[in-house]
């Protein structure tokens, strides 16, 4: 199926449900065409607006989903309404039931390197899917510089595992550069996922916020109280509404001239 797109502030963003996004995927993968998914927020969207190169890695996505309520309701003021907000994390275990109907094999890249006592994320959440049948090839933690032999290394280690759908959560920009920079060097993937922390949520490491803080599109404060240290990542979000703003007065004045 084809999906519409529409442009917020510069941003590229597919105008589709989480039902339609999966759809589209299944549609491309069967069709064997390759697929990137990036999921922007306002944090990441603001991230575009600052840098143009950013911006064109985004852009140059198939699917651009907008995680966040921030991107929804920054629609609506511009009068380009998406028709919802698609939690990249909640796409990403949609992806995996995926991968496990059409038999696809999986690689996990990302999240932190454990130590002598605890194993890296992805190694828990390759664990916990291979218990619930989904075909996890291989495991990859992302904690070292993304170039040189250690970045060959893992470019040959995906390769050599038949992975076909890869997750890449390095958190942004990181892992849309990434994606960007590598995916000629991976032939047999035909799904790249960049999900940002959801290795941590989907190993226990991190727990989404509290129904009630998503209800009211406040789960940027619940991740500050439970991440003092996001704080300069969070404040690129007044800047994005502040954009949001000025661009909205001046589709107002221009109207009413």
């Not at 390759?126 to 290394?153: A, L, T």
């Not at 991440?227 to 990542?233: G, T």
Request: charged fraction near 25%.
């Amino acid at each position: 199926m084809d999906i519409n797109a529409t442009k917020i502030l510069g941003v590229r963003f597919s105008n589709c449900t989480k039902a339609e996004a999966l759809e589209h995927i299944k549609d491309r993968i069967l069709s064997n065409v390759r697929t990137t998914v990036y999921t922007p927020n306002a944090e990441i969207a603001q991230q575009c607006i600052e840098s143009e190169n950013f911006c064109n890695i985004v852009n140059a996505g198939d699917l651009i989903i907008p995680d966040g309520i921030g991107i929804i309701k920054a629609a609506k003021m511009l009068r380009t309404p998406l028709k919802e907000k698609i939690p990249g994390v909640e796409l990403g275990e949609e992806i995996l039931k995926l991968s496990k109907q059409l038999k696809l094999k999986v690689f996990f890249f990302g999240g932190n390197c454990g130590d002598s006592k605890n194993k890296c994320v992805s190694q828990v959440c390759s664990e916990r899917f291979k218990k619930e049948g989904v075909d996890i090839v291989g495991f990859r933690h992302g904690y070292y510089k993304k170039v040189g032999e250690e970045n060959r290394e893992t470019l040959k280690i995906i390769n050599s595992s038949g992975a076909q759908v890869l997750f890449v959560c390095l958190g942004s920009p990181l892992q849309e550069t990434w994606i960007n920079e590598n995916m000629d060097y991976l032939p047999n993937i035909k799904v790249f996922l960049a999900l940002g922390g959801s290795l941590d949520v989907y190993s226990g490491s991190i727990k989404r916020a509290p129904e009630l803080f998503i209800k009211l599109g406040l789960e940027w404060l619940y991740r500050l109280i439970k991440e003092p240290k996001r704080i300069k990542r969070i404040s690129k979000l007044p800047r994005f509404y502040f954009t949001v703003l000025k661009h909205k007065m001046k589709y107002t004045l221009a109207k009413n001239k």
